[in-house]
């Protein structure tokens, strides 16, 4: 089992910057992938960004690409989401995930069904 908090969202401005942080406990965490999501009301859980148990492998949706980057430390368990030139069209609740899997991450990693634990999710807003 792997428990999942996340923490770091609120209010920003377009242009702004937020750093989500999704802290795990439960299992080893270096063997574990992890991924970031979010949701809007009425739509569908979107990837984000996901990174391998190592940190050496890193994919990431093209919405947000060049403007998040998904980093971890696994001394401290914690993975991160910096996100960066902010948009409005960035507000959800976003999700960390994980899976337990070696090797780099890639387009498998995009699919809601390759995770097996979740997070209970952080708002982030960002206001025109």
């Known amino acids: 089992q792997v428990q999942l908090v996340e923490s770091g969202g609120g209010l920003e401005q377009a242009g702004g910057s937020l750093r989500l942080s999704c802290v795990a406990s439960?299992?080893?965490?270096?063997?574990?992938?992890m991924g970031w999501f979010r949701q809007t009301p009425g739509k569908e859980r979107e990837f984000v960004a996901a990174?391998?148990?190592?940190?050496?492998?890193?994919y990431y949706a093209d919405s947000v690409k060049g403007r998040f980057t998904i980093s971890r430390d696994n001394d401290k368990n914690t993975v991160y989401l910096q996100m960066d030139s902010l948009k409005p069209g960035d507000t959800a609740v976003y999700y960390c995930?994980?899976?337990?899997?070696?090797?780099?991450?890639?387009?498998?990693?995009?699919?809601?069904?390759?995770?097996?634990?979740w997070g209970q999710g952080t708002q982030v807003t960002v206001s025109s």
């Open positions: 990174i391998s148990w190592s940190g050496d492998s890193t």
């Open positions: 995930a994980a899976t337990v899997a070696i090797g780099g991450v890639s387009s498998w990693a995009t699919r809601l069904a390759a995770y097996d634990y």
């Open positions: 439960g299992r080893t965490f270096s063997s574990v992938a």
